[in-house]
């Protein structure tokens, strides 16, 4: 079975830097368009980054100039590198990503559980 597994979150002090990571497990043959959302206590899923297969790449306002999306097909994993972290960036962060189970497929689209990034003096 095929999941998309989140790791890196934690707690950092504002300024400070975090790297997400998501990773595909099970048997996969390709990542495709993949995301990263967040959503903090009250508010709604908001989309912070997004990467294309052909490694496009667009973010949010509120996150443009310090996050970073990136990719590695050969892991089927994508990165989300946060620098200049305020208290504002306190969510629970979701990858999202179309996978394609073997060539030849349609892509599915998978959620992550998500994992808790906190911000604070």
């Known amino acids: 079975q095929v999941h998309l597994v989140e790791s890196g979150g934690g707690s950092v002090q504002p300024g400070g830097s975090l790297r997400l990571s998501c990773a595909a497990s099970?048997?996969?043959?390709?990542?495709?368009?993949a995301s990263w959302h967040r959503q903090a206590p009250g508010k709604e899923r908001e989309l912070v980054a997004i990467?294309?297969?052909?490694?496009?790449?667009n973010y949010s306002d509120s996150v443009k100039g310090r996050f970073t999306i990136s990719r590695d097909n050969a892991k089927n994993t994508v990165y989300l590198l946060m620098n200049s972290l305020k208290p504002e960036d306190t969510a629970t962060y979701y990858c999202?990503?179309?996978?394609?189970?073997?060539?030849?497929?349609?892509?599915?689209?998978?959620w992550g559980q998500g994992t808790q990034v906190t911000v604070a003096s």
């Open positions: 099970g048997s996969i043959f390709s990542i495709g368009a």
């Open positions: 990467i294309t297969s052909a490694d496009i790449t």
């Open positions: 999202n990503a179309d996978l394609t189970p073997y060539r030849g497929a349609s892509p599915f689209d998978y």
